[in-house]
């Protein structure tokens, strides 16, 4: 599985809402900016701002990766339960697709705040709840399940979403702007659609015999060609000052 190849699809379903969302923090004007959850670097290397651009990830093969393909950032190995940062230290922090797999989220984002300078901006950009997820046809409403099982097992919380604002107040972070990310449509090529299968077959292998897999497969690729097929879920976004 190409898990960077994966954030940069990612990154292109939140790209419209980061250009508004940096702009409404004023990206251009910070000094320093931090990524939480950093990964590959799929997100710092597309920061256009004059700011030094920091990046905090726990697995130390992701930031190898990140130090290839965001080259200008500085890059910590790190916990975003405990960010090893002083306090006041950015004029933005933000991370995206991070809060639903960590066990404290309400912890991992005051940690945000206390790294933020007051004034400051504290971007999650995309948080999903699987719990609300839509599949159409009804035929394919077990995919669905299947998944937010999967989710559970590795540790994520497949509804964080839902409670993303209300974890922000909890923090003490004044919220300016929260609610669902506009529906993106999901691209429709060849490649787009191996990436999206590829990922299923990661999570459900050892979980959902292959021969069931597979016929959902079949099922998807039907529903898309006639039209009939629907994939929905809501992700949600929150951008506060500190």
Same mark, same amino acid.
């Given at each position: ?34 990524? &939480?959850?950093? %990964?590959?670097?799929?997100? +710092? ?34 916990? %975003?339960?405990? +960010? ?7 004029? +933005? ?11 404290? *989220? ?11 300078? *007051? ?8 948080? *999903?709840?699987?719990?609300?997820? &839509?599949?159409?046809?009804?035929? =394919? ?30 923090? %003490? ?45 079949? +099922? ?9 097929? &629907? =994939? ?7 951008? %506060?000052?500190?």
């Amino acid at each position: 599985m190409d898990w960077h190849t994966r954030y940069l699809q990612q990154a292109g379903w939140t790209r419209d809402l980061r250009v508004y969302l940096f702009a409404k923090a004023d990206a251009q004007s910070a000094r320093r900016i931090l990524e &939480v959850g950093c %990964g590959t670097g799929a997100l +710092l290397a597309t920061i256009a701002s004059s700011a030094t651009l920091h990046g905090v990830d726990i697995d130390p093969h992701a930031l190898a990766q990140c130090r290839v393909n965001a080259a200008n950032a500085i890059l910590t190995r790190g916990d %975003g339960l405990a +960010l090893p940062y002083s306090n006041g230290s950015f004029d +933005l922090v933000f991370c995206h697709y991070f809060l639903l797999w960590v066990n404290e *989220p309400l912890q991992a984002v005051r940690e945000m705040k206390r790294v933020t300078r *007051p004034g400051g901006h504290v971007l999650a950009l995309a948080e *999903p709840d699987y719990f609300s997820r &839509v599949d159409a046809p009804d035929e =394919l409403k077990p995919l669905g399940a299947w998944q937010v099982e999967s989710l559970k097992r590795q540790g994520a919380d497949p509804g964080f979403g839902a409670r993303l604002a209300e974890t922000f107040f909890e923090a %003490g972070i004044k919220l300016e702007e929260t609610g669902p990310i506009q529906p993106v449509e999901k691209e429709a090529d060849v490649d787009a659609l191996e990436m999206e299968w590829a990922v299923i077959e990661s999570d459900l292998a050892g979980m959902v015999e292959e021969e069931e897999i597979q016929k959902m497969r079949s +099922l998807d690729t039907q529903a898309r060609k006639s039209g009939e097929r &629907v =994939l929905r879920v809501p992700t949600y976004f929150a951008w %506060g000052r500190v």
